[in-house]
């Protein structure tokens, strides 16, 4: 049986922002961010932190808007341990303490590893905007043309946790 490990999850504070910074220039390209055709500066929004044995492993930034809260990035730095799943059920817990009863994300059509993972951890797809990323260039020119397993970059897929209807510990919410 495979060991699990303990991943702790606190919030983003003022002693992490140079680390976060780096962390979303190495996975992002940048600081900032393009998702539905606005530009947000990940850098100043909210996150969580994932620690594992007081090391840092993950990064979570969200926004919130209209009664939902809106991942922006998500970065495990270790994965199969259950990083991404703890920042995950840290803010579905902080969405409901909030009042929101929903959570979402957008990733891109070529990310497959990411939309089975989100999918297995109750998200839903609620709409595909096609063509979003080849708009998002004129925003950040950086963004790749091909991405994992070499598909091309275009479209950007949007999903929903429905915590109001599913919860947070549906079945998958623990899963690696």
């Not at 992490?16 to 850098?43: C, K, M, N, P, Y």
């Not at 341990?81 to 902080?94: C, S």
Request: aromatic share 4%.
């Amino acid at each position: 049986m495979k060991e699990v490990a303990v991943v702790d999850v606190r919030a983003l504070d003022a002693a992490d922002r140079a680390w976060a910074e780096s962390v979303l220039v190495a996975r992002w390209g940048a600081t900032g961010i393009v998702s539905r055709g606005r530009l947000f500066e990940a850098r100043e929004l909210p996150g969580l932190v994932a620690e594992l044995g007081g090391d840092p492993v993950g990064l979570l930034t969200f926004r919130q808007a209209a009664g939902r809260i809106e991942v922006v990035t998500l970065d495990a730095l270790r994965l199969s341990i259950g990083v991404g799943t703890a920042l995950l059920r840290r803010l579905g817990e902080l969405a409901i303490e909030r009042g929101c009863g929903e959570v979402r994300l957008v990733t891109t059509n070529d990310n497959v590893a990411a939309l089975s993972f989100y999918q297995r951890r109750g998200f839903r797809l609620v709409a595909v905007h096609v063509g979003a990323v080849d708009r998002a260039r004129a925003l950040k020119p950086g963004i790749p043309a091909v991405g994992s397993d070499g598909i091309e970059i275009h479209d950007e897929i949007e999903l929903a946790w429905d915590i109001a209807e599913r919860g947070i510990d549906r079945r998958g919410a623990e899963g690696r």
